[in-house]
């Protein structure tokens, strides 16, 4: 059930049926809490639309457009770095996996008795690292003391990252 | 100076990269969606950010506007939409966003100062003084209905609600910055409305 001042507010609105707008107009002219009422919300009415627009600083627009033009200068910028490291990172391991098949593939020896019995001989020129002499304890401490400062670099960088986009 | 061409004029323009255009129609609304982003952020630096924030984002968009409906209801709902996605970050550092507690506070302290200089103040101060006390929510839709020319049928696009739900809610904000102006104009609410 709508209260007089909900059925007023509709009647300034214009918001209610074409029979309801006639009910009301009648209860205006014909009853005085009702003329009263309609006075009241029709200067409060009025009172609301003179309401005033807060005015952004001299330079907003400005600001817009020179936030619009950053975006803009980084995207390309984004693109351009991404596509090169991706293409280099992909024809490094391209030509990698093709000299291994060269490699695999000139050295392949089928013999006549058996197509099963495939050997592999790496080319004589080629030298495989003595990792025994390589791999000694001083170069795996080392190797682990930099992969321990490396984790601690990339969680402590990944932390402050969540941190600020929190904060943001 | 602004020109006079129509909002839809001005993004036909700027899709075709004139970035001026966009400058006219940023002109055009910016005084509106700056108001309507401090009935959230309570504070101009805030304000500016989120207005900017919209702006921006407008533009990233602009290809993707309908034109179904008004340009300026479109990008209303831009405002409505950033400026929730900010009062839920703010949140928390607040209470809660439907705490009325929390504008009651300033109220208090306003009144306050106001009593000792309420002879020096225009009504629209006041009035504007009372709409800043109102939950966000409140100011909007009597920020829409009042100064942003939507209907009905356009707050409830912008709000994402249906259009009964923004004529209760009207009438209820209508209701609430009633009592707040006759609360801060105390006995002198008469003589002024």
Request: hydrophobic share 45%; with cysteine; glycine share 2%.
């Amino acid at each position: 059930m709508n209260t007089i001042e909900e059925k007023l507010w509709n009647y300034i609105d214009g918001t209610c049926t074409p029979a309801e707008q006639e009910d009301i107009a009648r209860l205006i002219e014909q009853d005085e809490a009702y003329a009263a009422k309609y006075a009241e919300l029709t200067a409060l009415n009025a009172e609301f639309a003179t309401m005033e627009l807060d005015e952004p600083p001299m330079a907003f627009s400005y600001n817009v457009l020179e936030a619009i033009r950053y975006e803009k200068m980084l995207a390309p910028l984004k693109a351009t770095i991404n596509k090169k490291i991706i293409l280099g990172i992909a024809a490094f391991f391209v030509l990698s996996i093709v000299a291994l098949l060269a490699v695999v593939c000139s050295s392949v020896q089928v013999s006549g008795n058996s197509l099963i019995e495939i050997s592999i001989k790496l080319p004589d020129n080629l030298k495989v690292l003595a990792t025994t002499s390589m791999f000694n304890k001083t170069f795996m401490q080392g190797f682990f003391v930099f992969d321990v400062i490396l984790a601690l670099f990339l969680t402590d960088s990944y932390l402050r990252r969540k941190k600020a986009a929190k904060q943001a | 100076m602004q020109s006079k061409l129509s909002d839809i004029e001005l993004i036909e323009q700027t899709l075709a990269g004139n970035q001026f255009a966009y400058a006219d129609l940023v002109k055009r609304h910016q005084r509106f969606v700056f108001t309507l982003a401090m009935r959230f952020a309570k504070g101009r630096e805030d304000a500016e950010e989120i207005a900017q924030d919209c702006f921006v984002k407008a533009y990233r968009s602009l290809a993707s506007f309908q034109r179904q409906s008004k340009f300026s209801t479109w990008l209303y709902s831009i405002v409505y939409t950033t400026a929730m996605t900010f009062l839920r970050k703010k949140r928390v550092d607040t209470d809660s966003i439907d705490d009325e507690g929390t504008f009651v506070q300033v109220e208090s302290q306003q009144s306050a100062f106001d009593t000792n200089n309420i002879e020096n103040k225009s009504r629209s101060f006041y009035l504007n003084q009372a709409i800043e006390q109102l939950l966000p929510d409140d100011a909007t839709i009597i920020t829409l209905f009042y100064k942003g020319e939507q209907s009905l049928e356009e707050i409830a696009q912008t709000m994402g609600i249906e259009t009964n739900t923004v004529k209760v809610k009207l009438f209820r904000a209508r209701q609430r910055l009633k009592e707040k102006l006759e609360r801060n104009l105390k006995h002198e609410v008469k003589e002024l409305i």
